[in-house]
C-alpha cells in the first residue's frame, strides 16, 4: 500500500504475556519511528531507526520494551511480560531521511489493552 | 526533558467560527509543526514551520512560529464540521535534531468540537 502499515490493529493480551507490534513504513523511507499513545495523552517517543540500525532508544520505558528493524524496512516492536500500564496505542511513523524535517507520515496504531 | 504546553486541552464551538490553540515551551526549537489526529487514525502534518517568526498559512489554517522559538500558535478560521478532531503541536530541538532525524516533541492535544 502507499501508507504505513501496522498489524495487528488491535491486540488484547492477559498481563504477563508477551506482545509483537509491526510495522510496513512507506517503501524508500529510511527513517522509522515508534511512539506510544495513551488515552487522552499526546505521542511519547519510544525508538528512531535510520536503515536497520537504532540511534536513539532512549524512550524505551524499560528493558521488557524491545525493537527491531530488517531489510531497512519492517520494524515490530515486542514487549515482554506485558503489565497493564503498557495499554496505549502504539503509532509507527516513517520519514523519506534522517533529516530532521518534523515531516512524519504515522500508520493508524495498533491499540494495545492488558488485562 | 522537553515538554510542550499545549492550550487549551479541549474547545467547544459552532460552526463557522474562528478558532485559536497554542503551544509554548520552556526550550527552545528549531521547528514547529502542527498534527491532527482524527478517530482510530494516525496524526497528519497540517502546517510545519521553519523558521523564527514565520507566518504560514494551508487554505483556513494559520500558523506561527513564535520569534523566541518558544512557541507557535495555530489559527483556524470559519470552522467546519469536518475539522473536528485532536490537534497537536510538535517541536523539533537543536540537539535531537542532529542524532535523532526527525524525532519530535509533542503537546498533549487540543480536543475540537465543532457543532453545526
Known amino acids: 500500500g502507499a501508507g504505513v502499515s501496522q498489524s495487528p490493529s488491535n491486540k488484547v493480551t492477559e498481563k504477563g504475556k508477551d506482545v509483537e507490534l509491526r510495522c510496513d513504513p512507506i517503501?524508500?523511507?529510511?527513517?522509522l519511528y515508534w511512539y506510544r499513545q495513551s488515552l487522552g495523552q499526546g505521542l511519547e517517543f519510544l525508538i528512531y531507526?535510520?536503515?536497520?540500525?537504532?540511534?536513539?532508544k532512549s524512550g524505551l520505558p524499560s528493558d521488557r520494551f524491545s525493537a527491531e528493524r530488517t531489510g531497512g524496512s519492517v520494524s515490530t516492536l515486542t514487549i515482554q511480560r506485558t503489565q497493564q500500564e503498557d495499554s496505549a496505542v502504539y503509532l509507527c511513523?516513517?520519514?523519506?531521511?534522517?533529516?530532521?524535517?518534523?515531516?512524519?507520515?504515522f500508520g493508524e496504531g495498533s491499540r494495545l489493552t492488558v488485562l | 526533558g522537553q515538554q510542550l504546553n499545549q492550550s487549551p486541552q479541549s474547545m467547544f464551538i459552532q460552526e463557522g467560527e474562528d478558532v485559536s490553540m497554542n503551544c509554548t515551551s520552556s526550550?527552545?526549537?528549531?521547528?514547529w509543526l502542527w498534527y491532527k489526529q482524527d478517530p482510530g487514525e494516525g496524526p497528519v502534518l497540517l502546517i510545519a514551520?521553519?523558521?523564527?517568526?514565520e507566518l504560514t498559512s494551508n487554505g483556513r489554517l494559520t500558523a506561527q512560529f513564535g520569534i523566541t522559538r518558544k512557541d507557535s500558535f495555530l489559527n483556524i478560521s470559519a470552522s467546519i464540521p469536518s475539522d473536528v478532531g485532536i490537534y497537536f503541536c510538535a517541536g523539533l530541538g537543536p540537539s535531537t535534531q542532529e542524532t535523532s532525524g526527525s524525532r519530535l516533541t509533542f503537546g498533549e492535544g487540543t480536543q475540537l468540537t465543532v457543532n453545526p
Open positions: 511513523a516513517s520519514s523519506p531521511s534522517g533529516r530532521g524535517t518534523g515531516e512524519l507520515f
Open positions: 517503501s524508500g523511507h529510511t527513517a
Open positions: 526550550s527552545i526549537f528549531n521547528t
Open positions: 514551520l521553519y523558521k523564527a517568526g
Open positions: 531507526f535510520q536503515g536497520n540500525s537504532a540511534p536513539d
